[in-house]
């Protein structure tokens, strides 16, 4: 789910139910009620993917996620409002699913960080409008996915936190300033306790 602060409702695409049944519905929400979006086009079914609102371009932008079989995706959507369009870029990030992504409001640019293949990712990504590019960071958190990220716009960075990690699940707190990703120790070195698969 993402918010369209330009439009003021929250846009929510896809997921799937206990059965593994995968959904490719489109809704909205205003505050008050759900609305259910006929768009002319729109991504495959699936689960596992990310969503962001760019907003320098007032588009959503969707990456990746998981179909049928089960299937990792690597196709960039992004919903005007009105319809899905698919983007073609020229680089793009590895099929995956369980990513983290963030919006940079600073920078204008998607952040994508990990998520999982066969194994676990720790690459950095952004997506400027019309391409992904691969950011080549001296420090990086762990490879993981289920991690959770979000925007800090007092501070410019995006901050992630915990995730699965081939240890388990993590913990640690990370900010990522446009070059590199830096660990934050907390003040008094409390952290909540170790998960993956949790909101920011």
């Known amino acids: 789910i993402a918010w369209d602060s330009a439009r003021k409702v929250a846009v929510l695409f896809g997921g799937s139910n206990s059965a593994g049944t995968l959904y490719q ?5 205003n505050g008050s009620q759900w ?7 729109k991504p495959i079914a699936r689960n596992g993917h990310a969503m962001v609102y760019d907003q320098a371009r007032a588009r959503i932008v969707l990456f990746g996620g998981t179909s049928t079989n089960p299937t990792r995706l690597r196709d960039t959507w992004e919903f005007t409002g009105t319809d899905w369009v698919q983007s073609s870029p020229t680089n793009y990030p590895s099929a995956r699913t ?7 409001a600073v920078r204008q640019r ?3 960080f990990g998520g999982v293949t066969t194994v676990r990712l ?4 952004e997506w ?11 420090i990086s958190p762990s490879a993981r996915y289920a991690s959770a990220t979000a925007f ?12 699965s990690t081939p240890s388990g699940e993590a913990n640690d707190l990370w900010e990522y300033d446009g070059l590199t990703w830096a ?6 070195g409390q952290l909540p306790t170790p998960r993956r698969a949790h909101s920011v």
Do not use: C, K
């Open 25 to 29: 519905d489109t809704w909205e929400w």
């Open 35 to 41: 609305t259910l979006l006929n768009p002319a086009h």
């Open 98 to 104: 369980d990513h983290a992504m963030a919006y940079d």
């Open 110 to 112: 998607v952040v994508l």
């Open 122 to 125: 720790n690459d950095t990504w």
């Open 128 to 138: 400027d409008g019309s391409n992904w590019s691969q950011v080549t960071a001296a």
């Open 152 to 163: 800090d716009p007092t501070r410019s960075r995006v901050v992630l936190f915990g995730g």
């Open 183 to 188: 660990q934050i120790i907390p003040t008094g």
